[in-house]
């Protein structure tokens, strides 16, 4: 799957306030993820004039610096992602992103802040995070199944790590995290041809 450039995941909104984060994390550690990160993240995300049915963001954090294009809108379980890794030796590059894309005519712009911590295994990332952007703030898990060979083994990937950690049966949200926080990008959404959004 990573070879053709998909990102398979499952979302789930959690309530901050009823949601046991201590638990969660002792049930992810008993797994024992290979490795766990903590820290804090910024995304430029960026709808360009015309280009309907996909989105651009610009990942900035202590360990990467990505320029993405992702598909949106529909289900965002399974959708195209592809990363061109800008580096972290010149220091931030949001202006050369920003001046890259405004060739083509940036129509909309969001940033958004993000409290992470993930946890990663060999076929699969799992992520909790505090995000805040267009004056909201959401609270998610994210499951992310990787290297699988077909869709069905990623979903039954992200099963098996759902039903380990106290997700098994809980009603995932199909959103992309733009679309959570960013009213403009609903709007410009629902505008879009349903021929271009994917």
């Known amino acids: 799957m990573a070879s053709h450039f998909l990102e398979i ?8 306030a009823h949601f046991q984060f201590a638990a969660f994390r002792e049930r992810v550690l008993t797994l024992h993820p290979i490795r766990r990160v903590t820290q804090s993240v910024r995304d430029g995300y960026y709808i ?3 280009d309907e ?4 963001r610009h990942r900035y954090d202590p360990e990467l610096q990505h320029l993405t294009v992702k598909s949106i809108g529909g289900d965002a379980e399974e959708r195209l992602e592809v990363n061109l890794d800008l580096g972290q030796h010149r220091g931030d590059q949001r202006a050369a992103v920003e001046k ?3 060739v083509r005519g940036i129509a909309w712009t969001g940033t958004v802040h993000k409290a992470i911590e993930v946890f990663y295994f060999p076929d699969c990332e799992i992520v909790h995070y505090t995000a805040q952007g267009g004056g909201k703030t959401v609270q998610c898990v994210e499951f992310e199944a990787l290297g699988a060979e077909t869709l069905e083994a990623a979903r039954a990937t992200l099963r098996r790590y759902e039903e380990l950690t106290g997700f098994g049966g809980a009603v995932r949200d199909r959103r992309s995290l733009a679309e959570l926080l960013f009213g403009k990008v609903t709007e410009w959404l629902a505008q879009a041809p349903s021929s271009q959004s994917l």
Do not use: N, V, W
């Not at 995941?9 to 901050?16: A, N, Q, V, W």
């Not at 049915?53 to 651009?56: M, N």
């Open 9 to 16: 995941e499952h979302k789930f909104l959690i309530d901050g």
């Open 48 to 50: 360009l004039e015309g």
């Open 53 to 56: 049915g996909f989105i651009y």
């Open 100 to 102: 890259f894309l405004s």
